[in-house]
């Protein structure tokens, strides 16, 4: 598999999935890709500040991105935030599936439902969408049911998103692989 730079200004796909460890340059790498998109670019943050530790990861996420991204919160309803912000063409970078997950595990939401939501809302998107994960399955097998679901839940996340991804990148030390 070939390495891609991020400076690359190729157009946007209609789906692209960036994969890749915590710290891995990531969301770096997305945010770079889909910056470039001529009709504007729309961050969809779904991560929600329960404490001083993600406040700071926020912030300095928020400071690396210019001050041309518009940025909504969406730590549940992606599928609606997804439908609204391409209307008018304009990409979306949803950072991250994984936090997203996690929001919809501790409301007690079925992630599968609300993954098939996603994919509907992809079908109909006004734009190009480029998703965030983690890649948590390579580590060792959580010690407890929950942390399991959680694993197991992001292994499917990911497959699915991937399945219909026109464009799927894993980032390991920063560097990019095309997977897809």
């Known amino acids: 598999m070939a390495a891609m730079t ?7 796909p209609p789906v692209t999935l960036v994969l890749g460890g915590a710290r891995s340059g990531k ?6 890709i889909t910056v470039a998109h ?15 530790e993600m406040a700071e990861r926020v912030r300095k996420h928020r400071v690396r991105r210019e001050a041309h991204w518009r940025t909504i919160e969406a730590p549940l309803e992606l ?12 990409a979306v970078l949803v950072d991250c599936l994984t936090l997203w997950l996690s929001n919809l595990m501790a409301a ?19 734009g190009p969408v480029v998703f965030v994960s983690n ?3 390579l580590g060792i097998v959580p010690d407890n049911a929950l942390a399991r ?7 499917r996340l990911n497959q699915r998103i991937a399945a219909i991804a026109n ?8 560097l990019p692989l095309r997977l897809k």
């Open 149 to 155: 679901a959680f694993r197991d839940h992001a292994g």
């Open 38 to 52: 001529p009709r504007g670019c729309v961050y969809v943050a779904t991560a929600e500040t329960g404490d001083e």
């Open 135 to 137: 890649e948590v399955g």
């Open 167 to 174: 464009s799927v990148f894993f980032v390991a030390a920063g």
């Open 108 to 126: 007690g939401r079925d992630p599968d439902i609300e993954t098939e939501a996603v994919v509907r809302a992809l079908g109909q998107a006004g």
């Open 79 to 90: 599928a609606p935030a997804i439908m609204a912000q391409t209307e008018q063409g304009a």
């Open 6 to 12: 991020a400076g690359t200004t190729q157009p946007l």
């Open 27 to 32: 969301s770096s790498f997305a945010e770079q």
